[in-house]
T-cell receptor
Framework: DTAVSQTPKYLVTQMGNDKSIKCEQN?????MYWYKQDSKKFLKIMFS???????INETVPNRFSPKSPDKAHLNLHINSLELGDSAVYFC????????????FGSGTRLTVV | GNSVTQMEGPVTLSEEAFLTINCTYT??????LFWYVQYPGEGLQLLLK?????DKGSNKGFEATYRKETTSFHLEKGSVQVSDSAVYFC????????????FGDGTTLTVKP
């Protein structure tokens, strides 16, 4: 019954590794997002897809590559992980019009050691 | 550009105290305004919203009124409980920004028994 589901919930990995985070929404929303939340709880948008098309690509290292196989899925692949990538990554979805709020996933806590 | 400024935290209150968390915004266009709540270890949840001037959003005893003249959307609750301890985010969304929301920096609330 989960509306936006992310996997895995926790990810501990070594520097230099490549990892992926998966996200799926069953709300029929057109737009999906990846946000990064740092240790001070600040939220920073990374990417946004609308109907499988990339529409927002903030200043993010190109080691981060999103992929949207269909409008219900948005995955995040990270190459050559660095210590500074440690954070909580949230997937969210929404209808893109202003009155519609976001539905967030429960987050993936990534720790790079 | 769009921006949201929230009252800095952390805020610590005793149970049954009155809560106000201030939020002001700047926006190009006519924004919808939101409050999200993030409980420890969880993703953000939409708490309430207002989509036009003088609208009042309310949920779980929390209220906020869209004040266009003061560009504000302050969150209030008459009597907080320990279970309200969380991080609260004010956000705005406009139609011209590809569905992207602008979030404040978050305010951490701790309620002590």
């Amino acid at each position: 019954d989960t509306a936006v589901s992310q996997t895995p919930k926790y990810l501990v990995t070594q520097m230099g590794n490549d990892k992926s985070i998966k996200c799926e929404q069953n709300l029929g929303h057109d737009t999906m997002y990846w946000y990064k939340q740092d240790s001070k709880k600040f939220l920073k948008i990374m990417f946004s897809y609308n109907n499988k098309e990339l529409i927002i690509n903030e200043t993010v290292p190109n080691r981060f590559s999103p992929k949207s196989p269909d409008k219900a899925h948005l995955n995040l692949h990270i190459n050559s992980l660095e210590l500074g990538d440690s954070a909580v990554y949230f997937c969210a979805s929404s209808q893109d019009r202003a009155p519609y709020g976001y539905t967030f996933g429960s987050g993936t806590r990534l720790t790079v050691v | 550009g769009n921006s949201v400024t929230q009252m800095e935290g952390p805020v610590t209150l005793s149970e049954e105290a009155f809560l106000t968390i201030n939020c002001t915004y700047t926006a190009t266009g006519y924004p919808s305004l939101f409050w999200y709540v993030q409980y420890p270890g969880e993703g953000l949840q939409l708490l309430l919203k207002a989509t036009k001037a003088d609208d009042k959003g309310s949920n779980k005893g929390f209220e906020a009124t869209y004040r266009k003249e003061t560009t504000s959307f302050h969150l209030e609750k008459g009597s907080v409980q320990v279970s309200d301890s969380a991080v609260y985010f004010c956000a705005l969304k406009v139609d011209t920004n590809a569905g992207k929301s602008t979030f404040g920096d978050g305010t951490t609330l701790t309620v002590k028994p």
